[in-house]
Every structure is written in structure tokens, then in C-alpha cells.
């Protein structure tokens, strides 16, 4: 049963707003080249100082305070010699026709169900711990929820504004190198918006740190937790994949599965038009930002972009019949089973607020 909950007065509505803003405007750690200028303009810095920006703070001996941001770079870098030993001693092409498979459907689909709709939406809800579990495993893991998650928020509260950590409009390097240059939190967070950041986080796998612990290593996740978590995800899925296949087949899907966490540091670029207005009239509905619906990553993983943006909290976003969303058919066949509980579903709203008024209207006008 849900509690009702006495509105808010307009005073106070407008004092919630602030607060949410203000916190949005810090909670990011901010990179040294800044968001905005004095005018309140997106600085767009140079390639030279983006790269800087990145290795700096890359830089695990410079600062402990660096690791989470390393570590996901790190699981690139180790999973590149499973490629290049796929490429060159296993390589077939029923193996590439799988790994293919593999990256572009299985890990975009599941990066869709996992860390967007329920880590950072929280757009639909678990019966149990196990179900949760079974499904934040179900690849190979590359990326560490937490940047993805905390940025993903600001990315909501600021599109295509100044503080957007993938701002298209300030170019590719930007958007691509975000993990590292615009995604992690703040080293300077007070305990009351510390403990906001791990509210964001409350409803997933992640064991929060304590506000002494976050002081010492700059994160919600501890490093142990994490490096635990990924070692146990890669021991597992080795296993499988050489009981299946052997290291042919091991090679071909880690390989994958890194070609893949490399190519989603491009979508957000790809996803907001290169900076510029490529929305269409009766496919993107969404007017407050550049977001686009593109059909291919609708089609491999359910991301509908502009859709998504528009009712960020749905399960589904693809809303139209040529709209495939195999990250939807999961959740709801897990709420088929009993693993779901519940969870948000726009598409009713989504016709007849914005789809069947455009119908009607490209009707009235013939």
C-alpha cells in the first residue's frame, strides 16, 4: 500500500527544487578545466585538456581517491588480450558471429535493464535479493554502478546544459573519457548529501561506506567489495564459457564484452546528435533536450533514447510497434515468473499525451 502523502506547499515545492539543483551542481566531482564559464556558458575544453584531465585522474599512486575510476578502465585494459588472442589464434567466424551476438545484444541489453532502468530509474522492483542478483550477473561485469549511476541523475537534472557530465554539444573526447573527467563523485561531500548520494543507491547490490570510510576512498562502494564482486563475476563466467566452448569461446565473449564497454563510452555522443538538434518531428517527442531515438540501439538494447528521457522512470521505452525492446521483454517476463514485483510502465501515457494528438493532427492537416 502506498501512503499518501499531503501535496507540498508551492513555497516549499520551490524550496525542494532549489535543494535538488543545488545538490546536482556539486555532487559531481568537477573536472579543473570547470562546467560553466562566468556567463554560465559550457566550457568546452580543448582534446589536450580533456586527455590531461584523464590521466590525472587515472593516477592511482597520485591518490587512492583515484581507484574506482581506474578500476573500470583497468577491466578494459584486461580484457584487450582476449581479443587479441581471439584475432589471432581462435578466430572463426561463427565465433565472431557470436561475439558479435554478445556485445552488441547481450551486453547492451543487459547495461539497459541493469544499470539504467533499475540501478539509476529504479523503474521497476525485485520480488527477492536473488532475482537481483541473478540479473546484475548476468554478463560479464565491465562497469562499476556507481559513477554510472550518481552521473546518470545529473545527466537527467542538466541535459545538454552546463554540468551535464556528457555534454555532446563540448565533443567526442568529452562524452567518450566521462567516466574518468565528469562521472565520479565529489571528494568534498558533506554527511548530509553524502547520505543522499547512497539514498540513490539504496535499492541496489551496492554495501554503502560509512561518511569516515567515503572521506578516506571518495566513493559509496568500498574497494574491496568491488574488486570482489568483478573477481567472482569473471571467475564464474570463465568457467562457463570454457565448459561450453573452451578458450575459443572464452577469448571471443571477454573479448566482447570489452569491445563493448569501449563502444558504450560513444553512445551518449551518438545519443544527444554530436552536439547538434537531430530530432524528428512525429519520432522524437521530447522537446526539452537533443535527445534521439536511433534504431539501432533501440533495436540491440531497448534504448529508445529520447523516449527514455522523456518518461525516464518506465520500464519500457519503446513505445511504437517497430520499437523492439528486448530490455522490457526481460523485465516483463521476470514479473511473469514472480521475480518482478512491479514496475513503471509509460507507454499508455506516452500515446495518448504525444503519439495519437500527433496522428490526429498530421490527419487534420490533409
Given at each position: 500500500?502506498?501512503n499518501?502523502i499531503?501535496p507540498?506547499?508551492?513555497?516549499?515545492?520551490v524550496?525542494?527544487?532549489?535543494?535538488?539543483?543545488?545538490?546536482?551542481?556539486?555532487?559531481?566531482?568537477?573536472?579543473?578545466?570547470?562546467w560553466?564559464?562566468?556567463?554560465?556558458n559550457l566550457?568546452?575544453?580543448?582534446?589536450?585538456?580533456?586527455?590531461?584531465?584523464?590521466?590525472?585522474?587515472?593516477?592511482?599512486?597520485?591518490s587512492?581517491?583515484?581507484?574506482l575510476a581506474?578500476?573500470?578502465?583497468?577491466?578494459?585494459l584486461?580484457?584487450a588480450?582476449?581479443?587479441?588472442?581471439?584475432f589471432?589464434?581462435y578466430?572463426?567466424?561463427?565465433?565472431?558471429?557470436?561475439?558479435?551476438?554478445?556485445?552488441?545484444?547481450?551486453?547492451?541489453?543487459?547495461g539497459?535493464i541493469?544499470?539504467?532502468?533499475?540501478?539509476?530509474?529504479?523503474?521497476?522492483r525485485?520480488?527477492?535479493?536473488f532475482?537481483?542478483?541473478?540479473?546484475?550477473?548476468?554478463?560479464?561485469s565491465?562497469?562499476?554502478?556507481?559513477?554510472?549511476?550518481i552521473?546518470?541523475?545529473?545527466?537527467?537534472?542538466?541535459?545538454d546544459?552546463?554540468?551535464?557530465?556528457?555534454n555532446?554539444?563540448?565533443?567526442?573526447?568529452?562524452c567518450?573519457?566521462?567516466?574518468?573527467?565528469?562521472?565520479?563523485?565529489?571528494?568534498?561531500?558533506?554527511?548530509?548529501?553524502?547520505?543522499r548520494?547512497?539514498g540513490?543507491l539504496?535499492?541496489t547490490?551496492?554495501?554503502p561506506?560509512?561518511?569516515a570510510?567515503?572521506?578516506?576512498w571518495a566513493?559509496?562502494?568500498?574497494?574491496?567489495?568491488?574488486?570482489?564482486g568483478?573477481?567472482?563475476?569473471?571467475?564464474?563466467?570463465?568457467?562457463?564459457?570454457?565448459?561450453?566452448?573452451?578458450?575459443a569461446?572464452?577469448?571471443?565473449?571477454?573479448?566482447?564484452?570489452?569491445?563493448?564497454a569501449?563502444?558504450?563510452?560513444?553512445?551518449?555522443?551518438e545519443?544527444?546528435g554530436?552536439?547538434?538538434?537531430k530530432r524528428?518531428?512525429?519520432?522524437?517527442?521530447?522537446?526539452?533536450?537533443m535527445?534521439?531515438?536511433?534504431?539501432?540501439?533501440?533495436?540491440?538494447?531497448g534504448?529508445?533514447?529520447?523516449?527514455?528521457?522523456?518518461?525516464p522512470?518506465?520500464?519500457?521505452?519503446?513505445?511504437l510497434?517497430?520499437?523492439?525492446?528486448l530490455?522490457?521483454?526481460?523485465?516483463?517476463?521476470?514479473?511473469?515468473?514472480?521475480?518482478?514485483?512491479?514496475?513503471?510502465?509509460?507507454?499508455k501515457t506516452?500515446?495518448?499525451?504525444?503519439?495519437?494528438?500527433?496522428?490526429?493532427?498530421?490527419?487534420?492537416s490533409?
Open positions: 500500500m502506498i499518501p499531503a507540498a506547499k508551492p513555497q516549499e515545492a524550496q525542494t527544487q532549489e535543494k535538488v539543483s543545488c545538490f546536482m551542481d556539486h555532487v559531481l566531482q568537477t573536472p579543473s578545466y570547470g560553466k564559464d562566468e556567463q554560465g566550457i568546452k575544453p580543448t582534446n589536450k585538456e580533456i586527455l590531461k584531465e584523464f590521466f590525472f585522474r587515472l593516477n592511482i599512486f597520485r587512492k581517491k583515484n581507484w581506474f578500476i573500470g578502465w583497468f577491466k578494459v584486461c580484457l588480450p582476449f581479443l587479441v588472442l581471439f589471432t589464434k578466430f572463426s567466424f561463427p565465433l565472431l558471429g557470436i561475439a558479435f551476438l554478445y556485445s552488441m545484444v547481450v551486453m547492451g541489453t543487459h539497459t541493469w544499470y539504467h532502468r533499475y540501478c539509476t530509474h529504479n523503474a521497476y525485485f520480488k527477492n535479493k532475482w537481483r542478483f541473478i540479473t546484475r550477473n548476468l554478463t560479464v565491465v562497469v562499476p554502478e556507481e559513477p554510472y549511476v552521473s546518470h541523475h545529473v545527466h537527467h537534472a542538466k541535459s546544459e552546463p554540468g551535464d557530465p556528457y555532446a554539444s563540448a565533443g567526442f573526447l568529452y567518450f573519457l566521462a567516466d574518468v573527467n565528469h562521472q565520479p563523485i565529489a571528494h568534498n561531500l558533506s554527511e548530509e548529501d553524502y547520505k548520494v547512497t540513490l539504496s535499492h547490490a551496492i554495501r561506506n560509512t561518511y570510510q567515503y572521506k578516506k566513493s559509496v562502494v568500498h574497494p574491496a567489495n568491488e574488486i570482489a568483478w573477481l567472482l563475476n569473471w571467475a564464474f563466467w570463465f568457467g562457463v564459457f570454457y565448459l561450453i566452448g573452451g578458450m569461446l572464452v577469448c571471443a565473449l571477454f573479448g566482447a564484452a570489452g569491445f563493448w569501449v563502444g558504450v563510452r560513444t553512445f551518449n555522443y545519443g544527444h554530436k552536439g547538434k538538434d524528428r518531428e512525429g519520432t522524437d517527442f521530447n522537446d526539452k533536450d535527445s534521439i531515438n536511433q534504431l539501432w540501439p533501440g533495436y540491440v538494447a534504448e529508445w533514447h529520447n523516449n527514455h528521457h522523456l518518461f522512470r518506465s520500464a519500457r521505452s519503446g513505445f510497434r517497430h520499437q523492439v525492446d530490455a522490457w521483454y526481460y523485465i516483463k517476463f521476470l514479473n511473469v515468473i514472480g521475480a518482478v514485483s512491479d514496475y513503471h510502465d509509460s507507454k506516452f500515446l495518448e499525451k504525444y503519439h495519437r494528438p500527433y496522428i490526429e493532427k498530421q490527419r487534420g490533409h
